[in-house]
């Protein structure tokens, strides 16, 4: 079973990750993939070269992935890290498809004001526009207990 898991540094996909571990643990031969989105560049990156462009995105990316992962039991899990650069929802999409996974697990982190209004949250699209299964991850006070996951 290979599992999509979206990380941005925040505390909705912090769960995403333990609800993708705690659901990888479960599957015999589980991979996580997580993937970090860089959306945006700021003013300050024009004036950088490109590579030095893509090592502070690397840098950026490395630090979530430590942040997501910190003090979670992966043992025994296979986890694959991929860094995009462009659309959050669009790149989680696009990489389900290429890596063929059988499952999208993303936080549901809600965004207000007039930007929600228009654009939508990332979790929003991917659920409207995924052929795959998604989890959208809520935050809880505790640690999920899953007993048995079957997806067919």
Avoid: C, H
Avoid at 49 to 76: C, M, P, R, T, Y
Avoid at 87 to 102: F, G
């Amino acid at each position: 079973m290979k599992i999509l898991v979206a990380v941005d540094g925040t505390k909705y996909s912090r769960e995403a990750v333990l609800w993708a571990v705690k659901i990888a643990k479960k599957e015999k031969d589980a991979k996580i993939i997580a993937l970090y989105v860089e959306r945006q560049l700021s003013r300050e990156d024009y004036l950088l070269s490109d590579d030095e462009i893509d090592l502070k995105i690397e840098k950026k990316a490395n630090d979530i992935f430590v942040k997501s992962f910190e003090d979670i039991d992966i043992e025994g899990v296979e986890v694959e890290r991929i860094v995009e650069r462009g659309s959050p929802a669009s790149k989680i999409l696009d990489v389900s498809d290429r890596e063929d996974v059988d499952l999208i697990v993303v936080g549901n982190r809600s965004r207000s004001g007039i930007s929600n209004f228009f654009l939508g949250s990332v979790s929003d699209k991917v659920f409207t526009y995924s052929v795959r299964p998604v989890l959208v991850v809520k935050t809880r006070e505790k640690e999920p207990e899953i007993e048995t996951v079957a997806i067919t």
